[in-house]
């Protein structure tokens, strides 16, 4: 027996495309939705009737009282973080499950995160400072805990003890002390206490459900240009972030994979340092940053802004297999006179329509639409008004992808289904 697809939505650009909303809106059409990597550095907002949800690692299924949700096998998880976001819900045991072989970020692999950015000086990363890319490295290195482990807080506590031993000359270049043992033992205990009812074997639960016929829908974090090896490297986060990354993160195998749906804004942000090459420095992107309220769910700190980068995207879709995009925040360009798509790059005087393995020196090459005004709150493409579905095909045909939905406010019934 063939056994069901599960259906993915991937972050096409840098992070902060919208994640949020749309798992939102299409979970009451699945059983279970599913997180596969990245930890609470991703920030993934939902509004409903008003009230303001923040998710960083609970899926965001978990609105939907019937949907099953998974933190699977590749994401990191920060036992104070979830903790702290599960007292805003009630009921949640048999609705959300933890894997037992996803690794721990504990409170020291921030402090790692935050010295080693001070080191860089202005070479720094710009993380959100979360441990993620130790958190991970511990993970590579072998010398990482899971969350199983904290089962046995006596014998994980004695187990990162000793960690600290083997590691007190690095520990002392960053000063960090290690953590007193009976301290630890607590902290450890308290989170088994809180912990302990979620946490189990996730991969053959998701086998299960799709053997089942259940409706999975996997909720990528982060985006494509900061997947660690396709991304703005090293301007990048520690995880795969396109939607191979679901497979390794889930324990699933490529053929359990059906649609897969890219989400983009319509203009293009990123938080943090490195390349970014449709980047506006003028009036529109800071015009762009008010209209879309672009300040970070996680960190706060403020969005880099700039025009749709037509090649970035291109590039994510093919390395996706987008089946089609959503293309989110339309609204936010009401009131442009004109709006800009970056088509091509130039790069040492020449035009190329391919995104290049180095974006520091590409420079953009736009093309300008007119723009509109009072595509907010559309929920029928005909509502949109003309110049806004002109844009729509633009960026459809310029991507080489359809898009199939459409965002036209943060709302989760504000939604175009095409
Ligand atoms: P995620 O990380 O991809 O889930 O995205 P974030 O939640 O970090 O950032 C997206 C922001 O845009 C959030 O504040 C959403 O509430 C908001 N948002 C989502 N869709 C729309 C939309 O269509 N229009 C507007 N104006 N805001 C939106
Ligand atoms: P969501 O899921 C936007 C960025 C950080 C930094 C780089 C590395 O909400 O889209 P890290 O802490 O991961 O080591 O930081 O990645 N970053 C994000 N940017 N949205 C996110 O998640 C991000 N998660 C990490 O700003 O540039
Ligand atoms: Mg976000």
Redesign the pocket.
């Known amino acids: 027996m063939a056994s069901r697809k599960a259906d993915l939505i991937v972050?096409i650009q840098?992070?902060?495309?919208g994640?949020g909303k749309i798992v939102d809106r299409l979970a009451c059409e699945y059983d279970m939705v599913c997180r596969s990597q990245?930890g609470h550095?991703?920030?993934?907002t939902i509004w409903v009737d008003g009230v303001k949800y923040a998710l960083h690692l609970i899926p965001s299924g978990v609105l939907n009282p019937k949907a099953i949700n998974v933190v699977g096998n590749g994401v990191v998880l920060s036992p104070e973080s979830i903790i702290k976001e599960m007292e805003q819900f009630e009921g949640l045991e048999g609705r959300l499950y933890i894997s037992d072989k996803a690794h721990l970020n504990l409170p020291y692999h921030a402090l790692i995160?935050q010295a080693k950015e001070r080191l860089k000086g202005d070479k720094a990363?710009?993380?959100?400072?979360?441990g993620?890319?130790p958190a991970y490295s511990d993970k590579i290195n072998r010398t990482g805990f899971r969350v199983g482990e904290l089962l046995n807080p006596a014998k994980l506590c004695s187990a990162i003890i000793d960690y600290f031993k083997q590691n007190r000359a690095i520990f002392d270049i960053y000063e960090i002390p290690t953590p007193a043992q009976a301290e630890l033992l607590a902290e450890l205990e308290g989170y088994k206490a809180k912990l302990a009812p979620f946490i189990t074997d996730t991969t053959q639960m998701v086998w299960k459900a799709l053997d089942a016929d259940k409706r999975i829908l996997l909720e990528g974090?982060?985006?494509t240009m900061?997947d660690i090896d396709h991304g703005t490297y090293p301007?990048?986060?520690?995880s795969a972030t396109v939607s191979a990354g679901a497979c390794t993160g889930l324990g699933i195998n490529p053929k359990d994979i059906g649609k897969v749906t890219g989400i983009v804004k319509a203009y293009c942000t990123?938080?943090?340092?490195?390349p970014f090459p449709s980047e506006d420095h003028g009036e529109d992107g800071k015009r762009l940053g008010e209209q879309g309220h672009e300040f970070?769910?996680?960190?706060g700190r403020a969005r880099r802004c700039g025009w749709f980068d037509a090649v970035a995207t291109r590039y994510a879709s093919r390395l996706n297999g987008c089946d089609e995009l959503a293309l989110m925040k339309l609204d936010v360009l009401d009131g442009f006179d004109e709006v800009k798509v970056c088509v091509a790059y130039e790069v040492d005087g020449k035009e190329i329509d391919y995104l290049p393995s180095n974006l520091e020196d590409v420079k953009p090459i736009y093309k300008s639409f007119k723009g509109w005004n009072n595509s907010v709150g559309a929920r029928t493409f005909d509502e949109l008004p003309q110049s806004a579905q002109d844009y729509v095909k633009i960026i459809e045909e310029i991507s080489k992808t359809k898009v199939g939905i459409i965002s036209t406010s943060p709302e989760r019934d504000d939604t175009i289904i095409l």
Do not use: C
């Open positions: 972050g840098w992070g902060d495309e994640k990245g550095n991703a920030g993934h995160d990363i710009g993380t959100t400072g979360k993620i890319g974090a982060q985006g900061l301007y990048v986060t520690s990123r938080v943090g340092n490195g970070g769910t996680t960190t």
